[in-house]
T-cell receptor, first 116, second 116 residues
Framework: AQTVTQSQPEMSVQEAETVTLSCTYDTSESDYYLFWYKQPPSRQMILVIRQEAYKQQNATENRFSVNFQKAAKSFSLKISDSQLGDAAMYFC?????????????FGKGTKLTVNP | GAVVSQHPSWVICKSGTSVKIECRSLDFQATTMFWYRQFPKQSLMLMATSNEGSKATYEQGVEKDKFLINHASLTLSTLTVTSAHPEDSSFYICSSRQGGSNQPQHFGDGTRLSIL
């Protein structure tokens, strides 16, 4: 079974600084997708960025970028120029297709605090 | 695009009551929707996959008779918690995917269920 591990329960960063959230996963599949979701206090899950496993190039969305290391099964999220609105729980997620059914497996999350 | 609406956002009811939660894809058709449960300070756990016009697929350990799922149309899936008890109190979130397998899941705002 696939597992997703986020080893940092909490992280903090100063406004305008850069922070990296770590995520590792375990799988025997070769084709899959990885996601980072953000959950602010409002509790809605918001997609931050995604990465296709077959792509070697790291995904980038404005201030958010990933460092995808497929061999190491690592998928870290870098937030540049951190803003107060970035404060939230961040969940790393792995999506697999097994027997024609889709499954999204989440890590336990990292709580990010942004200090003014 | 890809807006998922969930209703109600918060419900409080007495033990023994059955509660229905609706999940709607507002601007796209979804043959598949997903239901998750999130305990306080925990990650999202997939409960079941809801398929339009057919029976839902439940994850191991999830009681089918306790959590009834109906996916009557391409834009609506419902989760009914039958004879709810205090241990069913949790945050329930639905999601859906617009388009093909390369698209991410989009989440509803969630429903906070409190059973007294």
């Amino acid at each position: 079974a696939q597992t997703v591990t986020q080893s940092q329960p909490e992280m903090s960063v100063q406004e305008a600084e850069t922070v990296t959230l770590s995520c590792t996963y375990d799988t025997s599949e070769s084709d899959y997708y990885l996601f980072w979701y953000k959950q602010p206090p409002s509790r809605q899950m918001i997609l931050v960025i995604r990465q296709e496993a077959y792509k070697q190039q790291n995904a980038t969305e404005n201030r958010f970028s990933v460092n995808f290391q497929k061999a190491a099964k690592s998928f870290s999220l870098k937030i540049s120029d951190s803003q107060l609105g970035d404060a939230a729980m961040y969940f790393c997620a792995y999506r697999s297709w097994q027997g024609g059914s889709e499954k999204l497996v989440f890590g336990k999350g990292t709580k990010l605090t942004v200090n003014p | 695009g890809a807006v998922v609406s969930q209703h109600p956002s918060w419900v409080i009811c007495k033990s023994g009551t059955s509660v229905k939660i609706e999940c709607r894809s507002l601007d796209f058709q979804a043959t598949t929707m997903f239901w998750y449960r999130q305990f306080p300070k925990q990650s999202l756990m997939l409960m079941a996959t809801s398929n339009e016009g057919s029976k839902a697929t439940y994850e191991q350990g999830v009681e089918k008779d306790k959590f009834l799922i109906n996916h009557a149309s391409l834009t609506l899936s419902t989760l009914t918690v039958t004879s709810a008890h205090p241990e069913d109190s949790s945050f329930y979130i639905c999601s859906s995917r617009q388009g093909g397998s390369n698209q991410p899941q989009h989440f509803g705002d969630g429903t906070r269920l409190s059973i007294l």
